[in-house]
Structure formats: C-alpha cells, structure tokens
C-alpha cells in the first residue's frame, strides 16, 4: 500500500510517500480501507517533533474515514463506512496517513451517509473537538453569549454554526478584516478584528463581559480572553493556532478575573458516540450544518498540504483523498 511516512522530526519534507506492507489483522483491532483523512495541526506539532513520545518513521494521522477491511470479531461487516480517530492513532502506533491503518476496535465508529468522501473526511475530528468543547468542557446554554477566539479555523467555524443552532448569541475574530463578511454569513452576530487583544471591543458590544469563550489561539491570547468574561463566566482553551504550548507568566492571582474559569478540552475517542457521530452526519446531510473545506489534496501530495497547513492560509478544514 502507499503510505506517508514522516522519518524523522523536521519540515515537511521529512514526510515520503512510500510502498508499504498493508498491515495484518489482529484479534481487538480493526483493519480499515481508508478514503480520506483530515489533516490537524496536532500532527503539524508532531512532525517538528513536539509529541512526546513519539517514535519515527511513524506513519501519521489521527483520524481517517474509509471502509471496514477486516474485523477479527465480526461486530463491523466489510465494506461498512466507518471514522476512526485519536486514541493515540498516528502516534503510539501508525495511523491515518495511509490506504490502509489498523487500528483498535474502540476508535472506530460505524455510521451511514451518502455524503461524498471529501466531506466525510472533514467531520470526524472536528466534531470530536467542537461538540466536546461546548457541551462537555463549555456547558453552553441557549440564550448564552459565545466568544470564538479564531473563528475562522475549520473548528471555529463549525462552533459557531452549532453554537448558532443550540440558541448562542456568538461573536467570532479574525485577524483579517476581509474575512469579515464570511464569519457574518456563517452565523456570527458580531466580529471583532483581533489584533492580539479584543478586551476592550468586546466589552464595548458586551460590558459585562460574554458567558463562555472557546480559545482556539491558544497561550497567546488567553489572558486577554480571561478578561472577556462575565463573573462566573468559562474560558475553554481547546487550540494552540498561535503555535506556541507554554506561557512564560502565569498568575492565577490576577490572570484569572475573580469568579471566572478556566479549562481545557483535550478530546479523546471516549467523548464520541457512534450515536451522536450519525446525528452530525445528517445534520451535514440535511444541510443543518454547512462544513467549510479549504483544500483537499491527494496522498502523494501531502508535503505540499503540510506546507500549507504551517502556512495558516486555510479557512477551513483541508482533507487529503487516497
């Protein structure tokens, strides 16, 4: 089979596309016949060798979306769609950058669609990370205000198209004013350029500050989204766009405004179910939820798709064919 191998820590370049042997099925793992695959910036981090742990070559990839090959149990029939993602996939052992992976039995998750590949490939790691930042860590009621602190990401986007629909008011940044207009159409009420602090515009819209803010910059911005929220009010910080893990002050005296607080969403399969992955799936399918596709590349191309990954040109989420 062909597979992108990341042989050591560095560029993208480190990443060739090689011939491979098709991995052999085993007794709690499934072995799936991958169609396409999302790309995350999670494995950008890994790549340049920030994953602890991680051993190359390593064949990378933390989701994919394909059809069941082999399953030593006989749950899941062959040809049967299925997603799979996180787990420790594309890093403990080899993942989704592939045609074929094996991977463990409770990772995958079966579901149906008519829904071409393309899109398919966009949800499965997405929805992970939005659902779970905003029911599970965010709690969001409707009639809540929401701050998505880089609305234009494939998962602000989506956040704020869900937000919208469980009945949040949502003001999302940018750093670009030209993306203004793309941010309203997708369901935000407000937009706040981000120019490394929005405190002050968003309490000029909210002066008492917003119920909830989903932190996709990471610890750039994060004392800055601190001083957004309402006392009681929750600061969710679920990405690291801004590329940096570590802040070099921290004081929770005073970074953390009295009564607020602070979590972090670090999603794992076990925050799936295949139930409420379907009830997405026909959400797409019905046209409830418009996913937002930047680019989609092939396999062989996956050099220059991390080269465009790093460049942080995408408006969405990129997935590559096999």
């Known amino acids: 089979m062909k ?34 695959f999302g790309l995350n910036r999670s494995e950008l981090f890994t790549r340049q060798g920030d994953s602890p742990g991680v051993q190359f070559p390593r064949i990378q990839g933390i989701e994919c979306v394909g059809e069941v090959e082999n399953d030593p ?23 989704g950058y592939a045609e074929y992976t ?8 079966p579901f149906k669609s008519s829904l071409s590949w393309k899109i398919l490939g966009a949800i499965p790691e997405m929805y992970q990370t939005v659902s779970g930042s905003l029911h ?22 989506t956040s704020c198209q869900l937000a919208k629909q469980l009945g949040l008011t949502v003001i999302s940044t940018t750093r670009n004013p030209a993306k203004e207009n793309l941010l309203k159409q997708n369901g935000a009420a407000h937009v706040v350029i981000d120019d490394g602090s929005v405190r002050d515009q968003v309490r ?23 001083k957004c929220i309402k006392p009681k009010g929750m600061v969710c910080m679920t990405g690291i766009l ?8 921290f004081t929770p005296f005073g970074d953390i405004p009295s009564l607020g607080r602070l979590t972090v969403y670090m999603g794992e399969s076990e ?32 050099v220059q798709a991390h080269e465009y990954m790093e460049s942080n040109q995408a408006t969405g989420k990129l997935v590559v064919l096999t």
């Not at 599970?136 to 986007?157: H, N, P, W, Y």
């Not at 002066?207 to 989204?225: A, F, M, N, W, Y």
């Not at 799936?272 to 092939?298: C, G, P, Y």
């Open 3 to 36: 597979a992108a191998v990341t042989e050591k820590a560095g560029p993208p370049s480190v990443i060739k596309v090689r011939d491979v042997p098709v991995p052999e099925a085993k007794e709690g793992w499934v072995l799936i016949r991958i169609r396409v």
């Open 204 to 226: 000029a819209i909210y002066p008492q500050g917003v119920d909830k803010v989903l932190e996709l910059i990471g610890t750039r911005t994060l004392k800055d989204s601190l």
């Open 73 to 95: 149990s006989g749950e899941l029939s062959k040809g049967q769609k299925v997603a799979a993602l996180m787990g420790e996939m594309g890093r403990a052992f080899d993942g």
């Open 242 to 249: 801004g590329g940096e893990w570590t802040m070099k002050e």
């Open 271 to 302: 925050n799936l179910t295949k139930e409420s992955l379907q009830d997405f799936v026909n959400a797409v399918e019905n046209e409830e939820i418009t996913l937002r596709i930047d680019r989609t590349f092939k396999l062989e191309d996956i």
């Open 102 to 109: 094996l991977v463990p039995q409770q990772i995958v998750f």
């Open 136 to 157: 599970q860590a965010l709690e969001v009621r409707k009639g809540e205000t929401l701050l998505i602190r880089g609305g234009t990401s494939s998962i602000g986007v």
